[in-house]
């Protein structure tokens, strides 16, 4: 392919914006004669990031942060100009919600796995049994998958069993996904375990491992949490979008403008936009859903293998209340709902506790989330009806007296790609096409190699990378 002139970002979400400013980044330090341009088909950016402003709230209708192990997120906002609004989660305790009952999340668990068995042991949430099969990874041998994919419900049941995955893995991973990890894919989702089984043949071993590092004198040392695992911005996750933007050319951005058509010319692509305009470019990259970006290729057989992968839709139900509203606390700042309870909402989480720069001091922010795989039918109930659902599960374990002072539902329809068992090589093989059928377009975004926000930045640095060789 020869260099390209011009390059043409699809979509304004943080993997958009992120593609626009990394492209950018790369033509100003090199001097390259190249024109980089974004569209997006909303009247505003940032996709799933929703902050809201209001008396004094940060209020977060998509996610309210990103793990801090991860960097990229911490170090694109350093960048824009937000180092010093970068904050750590209140390192508060979490719970899981289980048969009616809340039980402490197991002090040393991480995603689950044991690494301290003082408390694994101790914890009520779990059977002698149920302790004792999980023990048995000890001596366990490796999986026979041989390094091929399966899913992570299996994986998690043959290493641990299956209480543990029940009330305490399932929990904690559905709560990321909205899926069912018993479909869900182990390479594409978190590989890191499949790995630790390879290396330690223990998962419980592996983890614990991980936990040490050496010092310069060559000694093993643990490692210390001294922050939250979490980082967001005093702005909310919005004043990344803006700061991002803000150091865009002039020009670059377009929003109100959806791209309906992308078709393949001799020297390059034309994009075709609902108003009847087109444009010319030489690269694309194509931060848009999986299902979206199959339709602007009037559904090409080469997305066949993505195009139906499916998609949970969920809500976020932010409620505000006066504390004395409040009867009945929690010591901590939220929690995990086990799958076999009888709840509608997956996991509440008191925001005020968690992210101080969140709400007034005399106000309390409740966020708690309803709909995942299997579950979804509650998203589109009436907002009258989530809302009473979501305090009848609350007052369950709490009590709270009159009706929250304003509430904000926000449905996401849609927007949970679902990575299936198998979902690598699926896409190793679609992007093997799309370099021989579609030279020069790109892929990056929460569909393929990640949903969280710095999943989504790195996948937009490989790709402006990728357009610019």
Sequence with gaps: MSKPKRIAVIGGGITGLSAAYYLQKEIHAEGLNVNCVLYEGADTLGGKIKTEYFDDFVIENG?????????????????????????????TKSYILHGGELYPMPGGAIMGIPTQWGPFLSTRLLSPMGKIRAAADLVLPRSSKNGSDQSL??????????????????????????????????????????????QYRSLVVGMKSSLVKRGHDGQKRTTVKKNGMFQTFKGGLNSLVTAIADHLDEGTVHTGTPVTKINKENNGYTLSFSDGRIDQVDRIILTTPHQ????????????????????TSVATVVLAFDPAAIKKDIDGSGFVVSKKSNYKITA???????????????????????????????????????????????NHIMELEGEPEFYRITRWRNAMPQYLVGHKDRLLALKAEMKKELPGVYLAGASYEGIGIPDCIDQAKKAAGEALL
């Excluded at 209480?163 to 018993?182: H, K, Q, T």
């Excluded at 506790?353 to 995942?372: I, Q, T």
């Design 63 to 91: 996610p309210d942060s990103f793990l801090a192990r991860k960097t990229s997120a911490a170090e694109l906002g350093a960048e824009v100009g937000l180092e010093q609004d970068l904050v750590y989660n209140n390192a």
């Design 292 to 311: 979206v970006t199959a339709k602007l290729f009037d559904n090409m057989t080469i997305f066949d293998e993505i195009k139906d992968v499916p998609s």
């Design 153 to 198: 419900g299996h994986f998690f049941r043959n290493r641990l069993g299956g209480e543990v995955v029940d009330r305490l893995i399932e929990p904690l991973l559905s709560g990321i996904y909205a899926g069912n990890i018993d479909r869900l894919s182990l390479q594409a989702t978190f590989p890191q375990f499949q790995q630790m089984e390879e």
């Design 348 to 394: 509440c989480t008191w925001t005020n506790k968690k992210w101080s720069h969140s709400a007034p001091d005399d106000r309390v922010l409740l966020r708690a989330y309803v709909g995942r795989a299997g579950e979804e039918e509650i998203v589109d109930r009436q907002d009258e009806e989530i809302i009473a659902t979501v305090l009848q599960d609350l």
